[in-house]
């Protein structure tokens, strides 16, 4: 798998005419998430990357200091922008901020019609510091969930989109289905990083296929940024025409070969190896 990436990764870079792929997104001043992270991502899989940005935190591994949201009305015009020249082959989000700007958003997806779509619902960075207004998940799941090709929460994420704790594989499975079969997600893949355990699980279901994905824990702080990353990765692999299955489990052995070779910078939750 991995070799079969690198010849894609060294075709798109030599060809005349690179896929292009969009960031809907935070920007991250110290480099390890959002907007920053995604680009990086991009590019690793050979790809151009282009951007939309919603939010301009102030942040390092530590913590995110402050943040303040793009107007909705700049939020629209950067994908109006980028839609009509540069026609993304798959996009992403990330961090939204609040519901005006999610409706922003899903009213641009929409319009221009872009898919295939990556939703990872951005709500907490991995400091434990909010990203998004509590008016904001009901826009996500009513405006953005029946856009999305896959949803990539992690269990706090998914715990308040449900309601109700999750923290257990048989938890995850339950909401993972009920992010497809009521929420109206395509698919979902239900991060599992935060359970106990020598192993970590992911689950992943399409309404018919529901699958664990597998890898061993790594002790380590070099964790911001993982869900940015994940996400940007599989939406690169969209792109390049992987199937949604293949793509997620080429994507999560990407991350984890990343927080396994991070470079251990800054003094909190440091950034992931984006050429791993």
């Known amino acids: 798998m ?23 997104a935070g920007s991250d001043s110290g480099g390890g998430a959002g907007i920053q992270a995604d680009l ?12 939309v940005i919603t939010a301009i935190t102030a942040q390092n591994t530590v913590g995110v200091r402050a943040w303040e949201r793009v107007s909705p009305a700049l939020v629209r015009a950067q994908i109006d922008a980028v839609a009509e020249d540069l026609r993304p082959a798959a996009i992403k989000s990330g961090m939204l901020g609040d519901a005006e700007v999610v409706r922003a958003v899903a ?19 991995t400091s434990g510091d909010p ?37 257990d594989v048989a938890a995850m499975e339950q909401a993972a ?7 109206g ?14 192993s970590l699980v992911d689950v992943f279901y399409d309404g018919s296929t529901m699958r664990q994905f597998t890898h061993a824990r790594i ?12 996400s940007s990765a599989i939406a690169a692999l969209l792109a390049t025409g992987y199937p949604l299955e293949d793509a997620i489990d080429a994507s999560l052995d990407f991350v984890h070969r990343a927080i396994a070779t991070a470079p251990a910078l800054g003094a909190g939750h440091g950034p992931l190896n984006f050429f791993a």
């Open 2 to 24: 991995r070799r079969a990436i690198a010849r894609r990764i060294f075709r798109f870079m030599t060809s005349p005419a690179p896929r292009v792929a969009l960031t809907i």
């Open 40 to 51: 990086k991502t991009f590019a690793r899989f050979g790809l151009f990357g282009t951007s």
């Open 107 to 125: 009213a641009g997806v929409r319009e221009h019609r872009l898919s295939p779509y990556v939703l990872d619902p951005v709500m907490v960075a």
């Open 131 to 167: 990203l998004l207004e509590a008016d904001a998940v009901d826009a996500i799941v009513t405006e953005l969930f029946p856009l999305a090709t896959v949803v990539t929460p992690n269990l706090d994420e998914v715990s308040l989109l449900v309601g109700a704790p999750v923290r």
């Open 177 to 183: 289905r009920t992010l497809v079969e009521r929420f």
């Open 185 to 198: 997600a395509q698919a979902a893949l239900v991060k599992g990083g935060h359970l106990d355990g020598a």
């Open 219 to 230: 002790e380590t702080t070099s964790t911001h940024g993982t869900g940015c990353t994940l």
